[in-house]
């Protein structure tokens, strides 16, 4: 996660940044840079490695200026190296960015055709040239700095300082966080309140696709459509911002919102920086020759395990067994010699998960531990950790853990699936292709809050309600049964869409809502003939699916939501969405404690 920091002040810029990125450098300290405007002309500083290089560096050649801005990167496209640091300068703009540009190879080759030199390999520089481009073609600043924008695809929060223009600076985001700072006659900008906190309280969080002009008097906002906006700015003591929400009335909604850029984040650790193979591919199992995994996990990590086992058996033509881990470790079943077991735990904590671990150990298992926190006791008790790389997760209701930990978990089974040559090369490649694009679609499905707000209404205002679907979305009709309870307290199933005949279909009635979740995928006719089934019996159902899903079987749906299409394999990267925000606005409408319902705990260290 980079950090990026601007400042328009009175006084020198560069030691006030350099503080401001040392309070950012848990984001990232691949390499640190700062460029600033002096005379009217830019200037810049990059180091490779930590703040510190990059501090000695200003003590030999410092940096004039009151104007700059500054990054501390962890890198995603383009080695930890001095000439991949931001600031990124083409001509008259340097640019600082957090995120993933995804078309940055297309634009890279239209700018190059149009004659830009590149100095990196990183996807960021492509803003830099693009915006130098336009203002050569004679845009004046503010109209290169918005039309560039609008040609970006992927997640960003970036800030860009122009040649000439000593009290001015632009900044935006999509998918990645950016906050703004109010002074006296000084204004600053940064991807936290942990990097504005001791210059200012009083902080103005930008939303979604907003774009700002900074002045040293004030900032002009504008909304994604161009249209101006004010954004409250809200006054957040220095003791709240270490336990920041960012905005969000709830950390389980900030987590939420996180889930693009930490998903893009996930996949720049898994995946080769070419994005053309996994590359952490658990070294520790020779993949070739194993003859059976299994995965034991408790809750939503649980639910993560059940999609991962479609994943490993459909591509990977991998037998594996499904473990509740406080069953497991009790149940002591024999296990295949040469076998291998996967161990799921946000926290690495979790004691059930641990005393799985130890079981599948002594049972002559190799051991993986696929877990958040890198230095628990999960990732130090197995023979290789698997960070998930999902960042802080607060709300006790897991969320982008959930995500993360099915980037992870896919990413191992196209390992395996090329390892047993159980997929083609060019397979493999449309699987990736397929998982780089969930940051984006997972940001569409967020798009879509406003109506799974409203959706939500029907669901707060019953006792009890039904999940269903096939495949890989009955795992996550699971999952959705478990968040609605874990959070509005209000009794959910969740079950196999065809398995519903054999009993609990005798629930139906006009009272229960009932959530099928069904993508138009090789499964759809099946779900929906069990759709039309729960419609025949006078079913409440709620619909999320995509527009050809919705075209087909609409009709028998008091409320359809349309997600966008998604490629089957990454489905329950995007359908965790609706998942996570139904029960989140069902839990705000009944009052309850989102981020730490009643009984529950975030670390599960206890049988
Ligand atoms: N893609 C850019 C920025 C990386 C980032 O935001 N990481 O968290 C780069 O690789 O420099």
């Not at 993933?100 to 890279?108: C, G, K, P, S, V």
């Not at 122009?162 to 000084?186: K, N, V």
């Not at 070294?283 to 995994?293: E, G, S, V």
């Not at 395996?416 to 040559?421: K, Y």
Request: net charge negative; charged share 20%; glycine share 8%.
């Amino acid at each position: 996660m980079c950090g990026i920091v601007g400042v328009l002040m009175k006084k020198p810029a560069a030691p006030v940044m350099l503080e401001a990125l040392r309070r950012l450098e848990y984001r990232g300290y691949d390499s640190a840079g700062l460029a600033t405007l002096a005379g009217g002309s830019l200037q810049r500083r990059r180091a490779a490695g930590r703040i510190s290089a990059l501090s000695q560096l200003l003590d030999s050649e410092p940096l004039a200026g009151t104007i700059g801005i500054g990054h501390t990167r962890w890198a995603t496209h383009g080695a930890a190296s001095q000439h991949n640091a931001h600031p990124h300068r083409s001509g008259p703009v340097v640019v600082v960015h957090n995120g993933i540009i995804e078309n940055w190879r297309a634009l890279r080759d239209e700018l190059i055709a149009g004659g830009c030199v590149f100095e990196s390999e990183t996807d960021s520089e492509v803003i830099a040239h693009l915006c130098a481009t336009l203002l050569a073609r004679g845009l004046d600043p503010r109209r290169a700095a918005m039309e560039t924008i609008s040609r970006l695809v992927g997640a960003y929060a970036l800030c860009l300082l122009f040649e000439g223009a000593e009290d001015m600076m632009i900044c935006a985001r999509r998918g990645s966080p950016l906050a703004i700072g109010y002074g006296e006659g000084e204004m600053f900008v940064g991807s936290d309140a942990l990097a504005l906190g001791p210059l200012t309280d009083r902080i103005c969080y930008l939303a979604d696709g907003d774009c700002a002009v900074l002045t040293r008097t004030g900032a002009e906002v504008f909304d994604a459509s161009g249209a101006p906006v004010q954004r409250p700015i809200q006054t957040v003591p220095m003791e709240a911002v270490l336990v920041d929400k960012a905005g969000y009335r709830h950390f389980m909604a900030k987590e939420i919102h996180e889930q693009p850029t930490v998903a893009g984040y996930a996949l720049a650790r898994h995946l080769s920086a070419d994005r053309r193979h996994v590359v952490s591919a658990a070294a520790a199992i020779d993949w070739r020759t194993l003859p059976r995994l299994s995965i034991a996990a408790c809750g939503t990590a649980f639910y993560a395990a059940q999609v991962a086992k479609w994943w490993f058996e459909t591509i990977a033509r991998l037998p594996v067994d499904v473990e509740i881990a406080s069953e497991f470790r009790y149940r002591q079943p024999p296990m295949t010699e040469g076998g291998a077991t996967l161990v799921v735990s946000q926290s690495g904590e979790t004691a059930d998960t641990l005393a799985a671990l130890r079981y599948a150990r002594s049972a002559g298992q190799t051991v993986l531990g696929v877990v958040n926190v890198e230095n628990s006791t999960i990732a130090r008790e197995a023979d290789m950790a698997i960070p998930i790389h999902a960042g802080p997760e607060i709300g006790v209701a897991s969320t982008k853990a959930f995500t993360t930990q099915l980037i992870a978990l896919a990413c191992l089974a196209i390992h395996a699936a090329r390892s047993r040559q159980a997929i083609t090369p060019e397979t493999a490649a449309a699987l990736i292709d397929a998982l780089s694009s969930a940051p984006r679609l997972i940001a569409e499905a967020i798009a879509l809050e406003d109506q799974i707000a409203v959706a939500a209404r029907d669901i707060a205002e019953t006792e009890s309600a039904l999940f269903i679907g096939r495949g890989t979305m009955h795992a996550l009709a699971l999952e959705g049964a478990l968040k609605l309870k874990e959070l509005t307290y209000i009794h959910a199933e969740g079950h196999a869409a065809g398995e519903l005949k054999h009993g609990s279909i005798a629930l139906v009635d006009a009272t229960r809502p009932i959530i099928a979740l069904a993508p138009h995928d090789d499964l759809f006719e099946k779900t929906a003939s069990n759709i039309s089934e729960v419609a025949a019996r006078g079913g409440r159902i709620l619909l999320i699916t995509d527009r050809n899903g919705a075209a087909l079987a609409g009709a028998e749906a008091a409320r359809t939501l349309v997600l966008p299409e998604v490629p089957d394999f990454i489905a329950p990267l995007v359908y965790a969405i609706p998942v996570q925000l139904l029960a989140y606005h069902a839990a705000v409408q009944r009052g309850t404690d989102v981020d730490q319902p009643r009984n529950l705990a975030k670390s599960v260290t206890v049988e």
